[in-house]
C-alpha cells in the first residue's frame, strides 16, 4: 500500500464502523465492502468516507430513519452488498423484518412514522431523477426540517454512489450472508 492507501486503511479500521453491525474487514485484514475499492484513489476514498462516516454518525437523522433510507436506495439500486450491510444495521436500530420485507418490495413500511415515510417518499422521488413535486418537498420541510431533507437528500446521493462503486468493483454480499438475511448479527 501507498502511504496514502495505508491512512485511509487505519483511518477506516480504527473508526466507528469497526465496531458496526456488519464486516467492514475480511478474515485477511483486506478492507470489505466499497472500502477496498475506495483504496484505489485514496484521497477520494478518504473524502468518501468522511462524507459517510458524517452522515451515519453525526447526521441528526433518527437511527432508524438513517437505516430505512439507506435500506430503501439499496433495494431499489438492487445493491446486494448494501442491502447486506444495512439491512443489518436496520434490525439493531429496531427496523422489522416485515418493513424490510416491504422496503425491498419498494413499498414504504406502513409501520413508518410521519417522519420515516417522508424520508422515504423523498428517496423514492430522488431515485427516480424525475424532479421533486412541490408536494414531497413540502412534506419533507413539514416532517424532517431544512435539515433533515438536506440530510436525506446527500444521503441518499452517497449511497447511490456506493452502489455505482459496488457493481464497478463487482463486490458482492459475502457468500456467507445471502442479501435476505437479516437476523441480528453476532
Known amino acids: 500500500m501507498t502511504a496514502d492507501q495505508r491512512s485511509l486503511y487505519n483511518r477506516i479500521a480504527a473508526g466507528p464502523r469497526a465496531n458496526g453491525p456488519f464486516r467492514i474487514m475480511h478474515d485477511d485484514a483486506t478492507l470489505a465492502g466499497p472500502f477496498n475499492a475506495l483504496a484505489h484513489a485514496p484521497l477520494i476514498g478518504d473524502a468518501v468516507q468522511e462524507l459517510g462516516s ?19 436506495v439499496a433495494a431499489a439500486l438492487n445493491s446486494e452488498y448494501e442491502w447486506y450491510a444495512h439491512s443489518r444495521a436496520a434490525v439493531v436500530v429496531g ?3 416485515e418493513e424490510l420485507t416491504q422496503l425491498k418490495a419498494g413499498t414504504i413500511p406502513q409501520e413508518a412514522s410521519d417522519a420515516e415515510k417522508s424520508a422515504l417518499k423523498l428517496t423514492r422521488e430522488l431515485i427516480a431523477e424525475a424532479g421533486i413535486p412541490d408536494s414531497t418537498f413540502e412534506d419533507a420541510q413539514q416532517h424532517l426540517g431544512h435539515e433533515g431533507t438536506v440530510e436525506v437528500t446527500v444521503l441518499v446521493g452517497y449511497y447511490r454512489t456506493l452502489a455505482g462503486l459496488l457493481a464497478v468493483a463487482n463486490v458482492k454480499a459475502p457468500e456467507d450472508q445471502t442479501p435476505e438475511d437479516t437476523t441480528q448479527p453476532e
Do not use: P, Y
Open 54 to 72: 458524517a452522515l451515519r454518525f453525526k447526521g441528526k437523522l433518527q437511527d432508524r430513519t438513517r437505516e430505512l433510507v439507506i435500506c430503501a
Open 95 to 97: 427496523v422489522t423484518e
